[in-house]
């Protein structure tokens, strides 16, 4: 599908649908299914290239985004209407899990509040259809770092619970989030434990959620297998 996704942006490279679809599967197969992270790197470099694609596209001021300063960024981020949503909810997952896979890196993290801005502001533009998945990058964002070094645990377990309830516990890689995130960030088994075995126990299939539940159920079942020697 990621490849079909591509050859279709050969023939048409400013669909806003194409590019939003391509950065958030690119996303999501990098954060679910690779091991390696010098090729997670490349895959979400790719899939953080096709978000930032897609909010040009649909929005000609946002061009070039990234290399704006914060207060300019700011400003076109809060210039984006409700018909702009999906492909800023894009740029800011696609860029999310670009953040992630180079965390080893200051300049990349440095960037987390830009991209909890533009979060922020697809929950105030479309607080229903993408709140709760919102929720799940808010947390992962604000607990990609312990609070010694700039971090909020607290804060990202509490967009980690909303999200859930706002799923209705329906959008199983929240808890996998929320385990891998918060539980093990903070070395609470019995929390991780409890979440996964949750996802292993759930249906996966949901509306629109199917394929994303079902790359959830395998984090799950790895991370489980990795635990004692993470704890």
Not at 56 to 62: E, F, G, H, Y
């Amino acid at each position: 599908y990621l490849l079909m996704l591509d050859s279709v942006l050969q023939s048409d490279p400013e669909s806003v649908a194409t590019l939003s679809a391509a950065a958030q599967l690119y996303s999501a197969y990098a954060s679910a299914l690779i091991d390696d992270p010098d090729r997670a790197r490349v895959l979400t470099t790719r899939a953080r290239d096709y978000g930032s694609r897609a909010l040009c596209s649909a929005d000609s001021d946002a061009c070039n985004i990234g290399e704006l300063d914060y207060d300019a960024y700011i400003a076109i981020i809060q210039s984006i209407d409700d018909d702009d949503v999906f492909a800023l909810y894009s740029y800011s997952v696609s860029s999310l899990a670009w953040i992630r896979a180079h965390s080893d890196n200051f300049g990349a993290l440095a960037e987390l509040p830009k991209i909890e801005a533009a979060l922020q502001q697809v929950m105030q533009l479309n607080p229903g259809e993408l709140a709760s998945s919102s929720c799940m990058y808010l947390g992962i964002l604000n607990t990609l770092l312990p609070e010694a070094l700039g971090g909020n645990p607290e804060l990202g377990r509490k967009w980690f619970e909303d999200g859930i309830q706002l799923s209705q516990g329906k959008d199983l890689s929240i808890k996998v989030e929320f385990a891998r995130g918060y539980a093990r960030l903070k070395y609470d088994r019995e929390l991780h434990d409890a979440l996964l075995n949750e996802v292993l126990a759930a249906e996966v299939k949901q509306p629109n959620l199917t394929l994303f539940n079902i790359l959830a159920r395998e984090q799950a079942q790895a991370l489980l297998l990795s635990a004692d020697d993470y704890f």
